[in-house]
């Protein structure tokens, strides 16, 4: 088990930074230090799309094309946290972002395994209007 809460979303402009932020914890003898953790978005009218993810030490990192270069993950295990620096923010990155986390190693091939079997948050809206 798992639980994931999102925070940090809002409405910015153009090539301004957000940080998202995600705080996780898990009952009993169970860890968020177990657990890779990612973050997708899901923009209406479009399907879930994963965009990073980090190893549960840190590392690998993993990137989509549409974030890389821009978007920047991190981890405080101490503090179960989750980053998303998000720069140069465009239109496009609008959607409601959702942190995700699931036991596969950070690669091309997590997204899919937190799709079909990762604990979710409940997302939070990010916007980025002129």
């Known amino acids: 088990q798992l639980q994931l809460v999102e925070s940090g979303g809002g409405l910015v402009q153009p090539g301004q930074s957000l940080r998202l932020s995600c705080a996780a914890s898990?009952?009993?003898?169970?860890?968020?230090?177990?657990?890779?953790i990612g973050w997708f978005r899901q923009a209406p009218g479009k399907e879930r799309e994963g965009i990073s993810c980090i190893g549960s030490t840190g590392a690998p990192t993993d990137y989509a094309d549409s974030v890389k270069g821009r978007f920047t993950i991190s981890r405080d295990n101490a503090k179960k946290m989750v980053y998303l620096h998000m720069n140069s923010l465009e239109p496009e990155d609008t959607a409601v972002y959702y942190c995700?986390?699931?036991?596969?190693?950070?690669?091309?091939?997590?997204?899919?395994?937190?799709?079909?079997?990762?604990?979710w948050g409940q997302g939070t809206q990010v916007t980025v209007t002129s």
């Open positions: 898990a009952p009993g003898y169970s860890s968020p230090d177990y657990y890779a």
């Open positions: 995700a986390g699931e036991r596969a190693m950070c690669s091309t091939r997590w997204y899919d395994a937190a799709l079909r079997l990762g604990f």
